[in-house]
C-alpha cells in the first residue's frame, strides 16, 4: 500500500479534528512517535479512536506506521469506538491481524 506524504497526512488528520483545540500538525506528531512502551498516552488513544471511526480501513493503513498497529487495535481504542457494529469489525481485523 502506498504511503500517503506528510502533507497528505496531515490534510487527512485535519479533518478528524475540526471540533478539537489539536493541530493536524500535533496529530501528525502523535501518530509518528516512536512507541516507548506498551501503553498508548490518552492523546493517541484519542487519536486512534477518531481514526478508526472516521477513516476506511485502506486510508488508516496508508497514514499508520505498521509499528503501531497493534496500538491502533487495542481493547483501550475499539471499546471507545461507536457505534457497536464498528467495535466488532475491528475487533474482527484485530483477531485476523494480530494473531
Known amino acids: 500500500m502506498k504511503k500517503l506524504t506528510k502533507k ?3 490534510e487527512i488528520l485535519s479533518n ?3 471540533d478539537s483545540q489539536i493541530s493536524a500538525e500535533t496529530a501528525y506528531d502523535i501518530l509518528h512517535m516512536k ?3 506498551e501503553k498508548s498516552s490518552d492523546d493517541e488513544v484519542n487519536l486512534y479512536q477518531r481514526m478508526l471511526t472516521t477513516l ?3 486510508t488508516i493503513l ?3 506506521p505498521p509499528e503501531k498497529l497493534r496500538f491502533l ?3 483501550n481504542v475499539i471499546q471507545r469506538v ?3 457494529t464498528l467495535q ?3 475487533q474482527y481485523v484485530r483477531s485476523v491481524l494480530c494473531q
Open 73 to 75: 487495535l487495542s481493547d
Open 88 to 90: 466488532k469489525k475491528y
Open 16 to 18: 478528524l479534528y475540526w
Open 35 to 37: 512507541p516507548e512502551h
Open 62 to 64: 496508508s497514514i499508520m
Open 8 to 10: 497528505q497526512q496531515i
Open 56 to 58: 476506511d480501513w485502506y
Open 82 to 84: 461507536f457505534p457497536k
